[in-house]
């Protein structure tokens, strides 16, 4: 289980500690955190120590806080972390990284487009849409994405039709997405919002 101490501002009193409903899964907590010590929080929850982490997430978030303890453990202050495939990132409100599920859709699309470099162009698109576009589709509508971070995956979407169909880089692939019968990539993103 992992728990994410959000520290949101320096002005609550120093030993309080406010639940607030989670916002990733089930198995996430989260907890606005203004103190020295949650062991209070964890009396019927069983936190795993070695994946826990805090973060500061608002204006505040470049000050040095005070050390936070989970029992007499001490937890770790971090910029980003990791959570189910997707990387936060701390800054006045929470963001998330789209390098990542970027790297991870083109490496995936790398192996499966090099493998099979004889097959049939619409057996390649058929494969990478059944096993790598849940990569960029994963989560879409829980994230809150920026306009920018939606357009830099939906240029991975069209990198994958340029390089199993051979089309260039400065070619438009909107009329074979049309011909495929695909959505852009950003229809799907309203789609699974």
Not at 69 to 94: D, H, M, P, Q, R
């Amino acid at each position: 289980m992992i728990c994410a101490v959000l520290c949101l501002q320096q002005r609550c009193h120093p030993f309080t500690v406010y639940k607030i409903n989670s916002f990733f899964y089930t198995n996430i907590c989260s907890f606005i955190a203004v103190g020295s010590n949650v062991s209070n929080v964890s009396n019927c929850v069983t936190f795993n120590h070695n994946k826990s982490v805090c973060m500061i997430i608002g204006p505040n978030r470049n000050k040095l806080s005070a050390d936070m303890f989970l029992g007499s453990l001490k937890l770790e202050w971090v910029t980003s972390f990791k959570y189910l495939g997707i990387v936060f990132n701390s800054a006045c409100k929470i963001s998330i990284d789209t390098s990542y599920i970027r790297k991870k859709f083109y490496a995936s699309c790398n192996g499966i487009l090099a493998y099979c470099k004889s097959a049939d162009e619409f057996i390649r698109f058929s494969l990478v849409k059944l096993f790598y576009m849940p990569l960029l589709c994963y989560c879409l509508g829980a994230l809150g994405l920026l306009s920018q971070q939606v357009k830099t995956l939906a240029v991975c979407w069209n990198n994958c039709f340029r390089r199993i169909f051979g089309f260039k880089r400065f070619e438009s692939v909107k009329c074979l997405q049309f011909y495929c019968n695909e959505l852009p990539f950003t229809y799907m993103f309203d789609f699974y919002k």
